[in-house]
């Protein structure tokens, strides 16, 4: 897999909320045109858009706003099991630092911090635009 593609209306709050997960950005621009229009499937694309990474490379996100045409507003609230892409995990360290810090910053603990067996300390946050992500802290 390359990278996994956000759809965003507040792009500096998600780069904010990735930074703090330990992303790093890789970069940052724009993309419209007739051959955009086309990949995409749409009229009149223009988007700004930021590449971020994990420090070992071995994932990315692709977090894009769509100036034109308008985006459709999904449901922000939408619980974990909506049909769809509904989150994206990471393993930590430091589980309980990282998640005072999102929450210090508005993201949202959906459920509970629990320990998940001899494995991992695991929970589900809220951020940005509805965004869930998974944490997960190895244990031993």
Request: glycine share 14%; aromatic share 4%.
């Amino acid at each position: 897999m390359d990278h996994v593609g956000v759809v965003v209306d507040d792009l500096p709050a998600a780069i904010e909320f990735f930074v703090g997960l330990g992303l790093e950005v890789r970069g940052e621009g724009s993309v419209e045109g007739e051959l955009v229009d086309r990949i995409v499937g749409l009229d009149g694309i223009h988007t700004e858009l930021a590449m971020l990474g994990t420090a070992d490379g071995d994932a990315d996100i692709e977090l894009v706003r769509f100036l034109s045409p308008p985006t459709e507003k999904g449901e922000p609230d939408a619980p974990s099991n909506t049909l769809g892409l509904r989150h994206l995990a990471f393993v930590v360290e430091d589980i309980d630092t990282l998640v005072s810090g999102l929450q210090a910053r508005g993201g949202e603990l959906i459920g509970e911090l629990v320990r998940y067996g001899d494995s991992y300390r695991l929970c589900y946050v809220r951020g940005p635009e509805g965004i869930i992500v998974e944490l997960a802290e190895k244990l031993g």
